[in-house]
C-alpha cells in the first residue's frame, strides 16, 4: 500500500532591532566578495554564486588592467566550482596576445572551445563582466569558487598555472534533522505540519529583501532547508504554506503595520519565485509587534 502524506508548512518569520536596524523575514540568499586580488595580472570584484530555481548563477568582474600578455603569448582564465572530489569547470575567459590571436583565429578554434569568451590584449577592455549558468546540483551546496590561470606561449605550449579560491562555502545550506515518518495501519493519508522560525535583518523603512545583510545568509538558509527536507519526497504532497511577519517598532503603529505586511508580502513572492508552488496554498498574516516571541526569547536568553 503507498501512503501519502500531506504536509502543511508554519514558518513563522521575526526579528528584533535594539538600534538602528529593523527586521522580520525572508528568503535564500547568496555569498558575495566586493573585491580582492587573486592572481598575478587578475583581480575580481562582486563575484556572486547564487541559486534560481533548477540553475546556478555565477557572477564576477574580472579587472585585467594591470595584466601584461606577449605578443605570442595568451592567458586563459577559468572560474570552477569545487567540493571535495566534485568540480564543475565554467567558461573561461581567454586572453590572447595579437600574434596568439591570429594564430587560433586561422585554426578557428580558442584554447578551450567555443563557449570562450575571447579578448585581445591592449583592447581597452580593462573590466570584463562575466556570467555563467549551470544546472544545480546537490553537491554544489557548500562548495567554493575558484578562479584559475593558465599561461600559454607559442606553439600552444602551456607554460604555468595559477589558481585562488574567491568564494568559501557558497550555496551555504545548515544541516537539518532527516524527518522520518510512521505511517499507522489503515490510514491512508496522513497530514503533518512543519514550523520554524528565522529571524532576517531588513534596513529601516526597507521591504526589500537583502539576503547579505546581517546574518540574513544564515537565517534565509532555515526557510530553504525546512522547504527542501520534505519538498522532493514523492509521496509527500505540500498542501499549505503559512508565513506571518513580525516588525520591530520603527515608527507609529500604523507604520509598523504598513512594514509588517509589505515585507510579509515580499516573502511571500520570492517563495513562490524560488519554488513555484501555486499562490493559492502560500498564505500570510502579519503583526507590527511580537511580544509572545519576545517573552519567549527573554525566558531562554539567560538575561
Not at 36 to 63: F, W
Not at 66 to 79: D, G, M, N, R
Not at 204 to 213: A, F, H, L, Q, S
Request: hydrophobic letters at 35%.
Amino acid at each position: 500500500m503507498t501512503m501519502k502524506r500531506d504536509i502543511i508548512f508554519k514558518i513563522f518569520c521575526f526579528g528584533m532591532t535594539f538600534l538602528c536596524g529593523a527586521a522580520l523575514t525572508a528568503a535564500f540568499g547568496q555569498e558575495t566578495d566586493a573585491s580582492r586580488k587573486d592572481i598575478e595580472g587578475v583581480s575580481t570584484h562582486n563575484a556572486t554564486v547564487k541559486r534560481d530555481g533548477s540553475n546556478v548563477l555565477i557572477e564576477m568582474d574580472l579587472d585585467l588592467s594591470s595584466l601584461k600578455v606577449k605578443s605570442t603569448e595568451a592567458v586563459l582564465l577559468t572560474p570552477y566550482l569545487v567540493n571535495g572530489e566534485d568540480s564543475l569547470v565554467l567558461p573561461s575567459v581567454g586572453v590572447y596576445g595579437r600574434q596568439r590571436y591570429y594564430y587560433y583565429l586561422r585554426k578557428d578554434k580558442m584554447i578551450s572551445g567555443e563557449d570562450e569568451t575571447t579578448i585581445t590584449s591592449g583592447s581597452n577592455a580593462e573590466v570584463i563582466p562575466y556570467h555563467a549558468t549551470t544546472p544545480y546540483k546537490d553537491w554544489m551546496n557548500n562548495s567554493r569558487l575558484v578562479l584559475g590561470r593558465g599561461d600559454y606561449s607559442c606553439c600552444e605550449k602551456h607554460s604555468g598555472d595559477q589558481s585562488s579560491e574567491l568564494l568559501s562555502r557558497v550555496l551555504w545550506v545548515p544541516d537539518v534533522p532527516r524527518l522520518i515518518y510512521v505511517s499507522p495501519k489503515g490510514e491512508k493519508t496522513k497530514t503533518r505540519s512543519l514550523s520554524g522560525t528565522a529571524y532576517i535583518d531588513f534596513p529601516v523603512d526597507k521591504t526589500g529583501i537583502y539576503p547579505e545583510y546581517h546574518n540574513n545568509v544564515a537565517e534565509l538558509g532555515k526557510i530553504r532547508s525546512t522547504i527542501d527536507s520534505v519538498r522532493n519526497d514523492s509521496d509527500i504532497t505540500v498542501r499549505s504554506i503559512h508565513l506571518k511577519g513580525f516588525a520591530s517598532p520603527e515608527g507609529s503603529y500604523a507604520h509598523n503595520t504598513d512594514l509588517a505586511r509589505e515585507r510579509t508580502a515580499t516573502i511571500r513572492k520570492y517563495v513562490l519565485d524560488l519554488y513555484h508552488f501555486a499562490p493559492e496554498i502560500v498564505t500570510t498574516a502579519h503583526e507590527p509587534e511580537n511580544w509572545e516571541g519576545l517573552i519567549e526569547w527573554l525566558r531562554t536568553s539567560g538575561l
